[in-house]
Nanobody, 117 residues
């Protein structure tokens, strides 16, 4: 599967952004997620959603970010509200599939989110 992320940008603290990630095919067999990587830091999981629609959030974004998926459009979303400067990072969408041979990860190209104070 190929992933195309969009929706990043520059926003002031307290503002909102909505990220989208379009998949080239069906997402039904994947757990979909958003990761981020700030300068000098490791990539970290922000939020994920199972193919059944169950979300999972990292503690720093709980209550502020909402992840969702639209299977009909093969698109993953993340609504980000009450943004903080520490949310500044490149955000990557991820599709993860577990097969008998192991876990397989697919990545989008990343979209920059910059939150000014």
């Amino acid at each position: 599967v190929q992933l195309q992320a969009s929706g990043g940008g520059l926003v002031q603290a307290g503002g909102s952004l909505r990220l989208s990630c379009a998949a080239s095919g069906s997402m039904s067999s994947f757990v979909m997620g958003w990761y981020r990587q700030a300068p000098g830091k490791e990539r970290e999981l922000v939020a994920s959603v199972t193919n059944g629609g169950s979300p999972n959030y990292a503690d720093p974004v709980k209550g502020r970010f909402t992840v969702s998926r639209d299977s009909a459009k093969s698109t993953l979303y993340m609504q980000m509200n009450s943004l903080k400067p520490e949310d500044t990072a490149v955000y990557y969408c991820n599709a993860a599939e577990t097969r008998w041979s192991g876990r397989y990860d697919y990545w989008g190209q990343g979209t920059q989110v910059t939150v000014s104070s």
